[in-house]
């Protein structure tokens, strides 16, 4: 079983960043891919990134090039750097072990003047 706990959200001006962290726990961390969820108000939950345990990446087009997902398998981290937010970024941002029902209980994310 793995548990999740996001941490890292807040209230960021447009154009800036922030680094949300997703700390795992669970002894078979590593096998898993991992991804960044997030889900706006009133909207579907959609797939931001995700890495594979070798450390393989995939991003949703809307955040190429400004958000990049890593992790430390021997923390039983993963990261999401976001940089140049708009206020279209503005939601709750979920941890979660691919393919499974293991998730985080979510992090705010609010980007706003």
């Known amino acids: 079983q793995v548990q999740l706990v996001e941490s890292g959200g807040g209230l960021v001006q447009p154009g800036g960043s922030l680094r949300l962290s997703c700390a795992a726990s669970?002894?078979?961390?590593?096998?898993?891919?991992m991804a960044w969820f997030r889900q706006a108000p009133g909207k579907q939950r959609e797939l931001v990134a995700s890495?594979?345990?070798?450390?393989?990446?995939n991003y949703a087009n809307s955040v190429k090039g400004r958000f990049t997902i890593s992790r430390d398998n021997a923390k039983k981290m993963v990261y999401l750097q976001m940089n140049s937010l708009e206020p279209e970024d503005t939601a709750v941002y979920y941890c979660n072990a691919w393919d499974t029902s293991y998730w985080g209980q979510g992090t705010q994310v609010t980007v706003s003047s």
């Open positions: 890495i594979g345990s070798g450390g393989t990446v």
């Open positions: 669970g002894s078979i961390f590593r096998v898993y891919r």
